[in-house]
T-cell receptor
Framework: GAVVSQHPSWVICKSGTSVKIECRSL??????MFWYRQFPKQSLMLMAT?????????EQGVEKDKFLINHASLTLSTLTVTSAHPEDSSFYIC????????????FGPGTRLTVT | AQKITQTQPGMFVQEKEAVTLDCTYD???????LFWYKQPSSGEMIFLIY??????QNATEGRYSLNFQKARKSANLVISASQLGDSAMYFC????????????FGTGTRLQVFP
């Protein structure tokens, strides 16, 4: 099956700094990738849809200036959490759909962010 | 309004027994897709099964089957012959508007399989 990787798998950063999370589709091309956020023992909440070569589409309530998304190629999307605060600590998961069709979304293993 | 409802926060099942995880959904679309994902403690989301709204047959994938009752707007996951490795969180999700990719997730059900 298709593989999506995320890097780093976990990161600790100080309050006020920025951190970048990478999402890569390893063996397929993905025009569209998705970024989700999951708080402990809660469900996944879609943050934004990342489109290759264009601006991301953010869900209501998600600050686009805080969560910068760049989809520079058909295999890479990045999420940058700017000026991180402790309340940004969460599990961030990306997913991608095969460009050539199909209904299935493939998820990355997630990145656990802790802001101290 | 909540789009996906999973009313069972936790379920227990004995090894080798079957278990049903409930999911109801709300949509006014005629074309939509329903998914089940498994999330072990490691965090990755594992795709289990998919049901399209126009599919006449209930979806099956190995030990997983989806009991799709369109009129009731329910899409329950049935796991047969439970294994200890099935212990995990299970999420039901819906994709509205058949041609989009946005998934809306339910709150999940934690399944514990005991020997």
């Amino acid at each position: 099956g298709a593989v999506v990787s995320q890097h780093p798998s976990w990161v600790i950063c100080k309050s006020g700094t920025s951190v970048k999370i990478e999402c890569r589709s390893l063996d397929f091309q993905a025009t569209t990738m998705f970024w989700y956020r999951q708080f402990p023992k809660q469900s996944l909440m879609l943050m934004a849809t990342s489109n290759e070569g264009s601006k991301a589409t953010y869900e209501q309530g998600v600050e686009k200036d805080k969560f910068l998304i760049n989809h520079a190629s058909l295999t890479l999307s990045t999420l940058t959490v700017t000026s991180a605060h402790p309340e940004d600590s969460s599990f961030y998961i990306c997913s991608a759909r095969v460009t050539s069709g199909g209904y299935e979304q493939y998820f990355g293993p997630g990145t656990r962010l802790t802001v101290t | 309004a909540q789009k996906i409802t999973q009313t069972q926060p936790g379920m227990f099942v004995q090894e080798k027994e079957a278990v049903t995880l409930d999911c109801t959904y709300d949509t006014s679309d005629q074309s939509y897709g329903l998914f089940w994902y498994k999330q072990p403690s490691s965090g990755e989301m594992i795709f289990l099964i998919y049901q399209g709204s126009y599919d006449e047959q209930n979806a099956t994938e190995g030990r997983y089957s989806l009991n799709f009752q369109k009129a009731r707007k329910s899409a329950n996951l049935v796991i047969s012959a439970s294994q200890l490795g099935d212990s995990a969180m299970y999420f039901c999700a819906m994709r509205e508007h058949y041609n989009t990719d946005k998934l809306i997730f339910g709150t999940g059900t934690r399944l514990q399989v005991f020997p």
